[in-house]
């Protein structure tokens, strides 16, 4: 697995697991020539077109803050490619705003399922 974030968090992603970091401020992962079966960007940060151009032939982008442009992008390319893009759905608003502040604070993310999409509760 290789991990993505800047200097100061490389030794906590090695520590957990990560076979190689690369530190995003000094190296654009998606110009390394490297192919990824799987790319999850969390903070919605990578470079979209050239993400996808990471991706093996089956490989699956997985987008937790997409923009407008990738939500309507990516159901497209999924149908069309055999790379597939995968973001969320809705997604109550309170749930939305936790994620949101984790990532910024934290460099993590909580995912929290409920079933009653429609509530702010």
């Given amino acids: 697995m290789t991990a993505v974030d800047d200097a100061g968090k490389l030794d906590m992603l090695c520590s957990i697991g990560s076979d ?26 990578s470079p979209f077109f050239r993400s996808l151009r990471s991706l093996t032939r089956q490989g699956c982008y997985l987008l937790a803050n997409p923009t407008l442009a990738q939500m309507i992008l990516g159901p497209w390319i999924s149908a069309t490619s055999g790379k597939k893009v995968v973001q969320p759905g809705p997604v109550p608003f309170k749930v939305s705003l936790q994620t949101s502040l984790t990532t910024r604070i934290l460099g993590s993310v909580t995912v929290r399922s409920t079933r009653r999409m429609g509530s702010l509760g």
């Fill in 20 to 45: 190689h970091v690369i530190d995003y401020t000094n190296e654009d992962f998606t110009r390394s020539g490297e192919t990824y079966d799987a790319i999850f960007d969390t903070v919605g940060m």
